[in-house]
Nanobody, 122 residues
């Protein structure tokens, strides 16, 4: 059984940085596309960054380009989201998820973590 466990969320001032981690256990997801989603109160869950585990190919939402960076560590079976220059509008619960194919819709991701809260104060 695959488990995704996020960590690294917290409270930070605007302009600050946080690094989220997603530890994967249960099986290798080497062919999967790993994504970081976020969901703010009253808003839909949105994909902010994704990385193909096998190739390292990445993609980002326009709202985070140049500020967020996604990476993976094969040896640790962990995916990271480095978030810099944080803004109050980045406040949300952040989820790690795994997609065996392609796509940005949450419906295409079949494994999910429990989420970690990120709060950016102004």
């Amino acid at each position: 059984q695959v488990q995704l466990v996020e960590s690294g969320g917290g409270l930070v001032q605007a302009g600050g940085s946080l690094r989220l981690s997603c530890a994967v256990s249960g099986r290798t997801l080497s062919t999967y596309r790993m994504g970081w989603f976020r969901q703010a109160p009253g808003k839909e869950r949105e994909l902010v960054a994704a990385v193909r585990w096998s190739t390292g190919s990445t993609s980002y939402a326009d709202s985070v380009k140049g500020r967020f960076s996604i990476s993976r560590d094969n040896a640790k079976n962990t995916v990271y989201l480095q978030m810099d220059s944080l803004k109050p509008e980045d406040t949300a619960v952040y989820y790690c998820a795994a997609n065996p194919f392609y796509g940005s819709s949450p419906l295409t991701y079949n494994y999910w973590g429990q989420g970690t809260q990120v709060t950016v104060s102004s």
